[in-house]
């Protein structure tokens, strides 16, 4: 039987800016891995475009400041790359998950390499001095287990442990 689970992007405020229907691959008492596909239009980043129907594997972390997500290709499923979200630790509930995001993105490539994308963005942001070093922790964090292919960045996402 299919387990869904409701994705609610929040911004820095709280604010709902997006929802959307995901289907439950695995859970653990601090993190869910989820599918979904992606359902807007195009968005193109450097090295990643986004297209309607590519299927993500996002996995989301309640004692963590970020998320990530797996980019497969919706025809061939191939491997694009992981786009990850520096957000608080997402409040995981039965049949919903929130997050809310903190503007500073990174880019993965399946190739090697990296990119941050709205450090402006995440600049602006009216964060306490504790909340902005964690949410930078969790940016050297990701690109750390990236560069050595670990957790979230791991090929195939192994579903019954967390990542």
């Known amino acids: 039987m299919t387990e869904w689970i409701t994705v609610h992007k929040l911004d820095a405020a709280g604010r709902e800016v997006w929802s959307y229907p995901t289907r439950l691959l695995a859970r ?18 450097p090295g990643l ?10 996995t ?11 980019v497969y290709d919706g025809e061939g499923g191939t491997l694009k790359g992981w786009y990850c979200n520096i ?3 997402a409040r995981l509930e039965a049949r919903q998950v929130f997050a809310e995001d903190l503007a500073l993105d990174l880019l993965v490539y399946p190739g090697g390499g990296d990119l941050v994308l709205d450090e402006d963005e ?8 504790p ?26 996402p192994n579903d019954s442990a967390p990542a």
Do not use: C, K
């Open 122 to 129: 995440f600049d602006a942001l009216d964060l306490s001095p």
């Open 28 to 45: 653990g008492p601090t993190w869910v891995r989820l599918e979904a596909s992606f359902d807007l239009h195009e968005a193109a980043f």
């Open 131 to 156: 909340e902005q070093s964690l949410a930078r922790q969790a940016l050297d964090e990701l690109r750390d287990l990236a560069a050595r292919r670990q957790g979230p960045f791991a090929e195939p």
């Open 87 to 89: 957000t608080r630790p």
């Open 49 to 58: 475009v986004l297209q309607r129907g590519d299927r993500m594997i996002e």
């Open 60 to 70: 989301f972390y309640a004692d963590r400041y970020y998320n990530v997500f797996g």
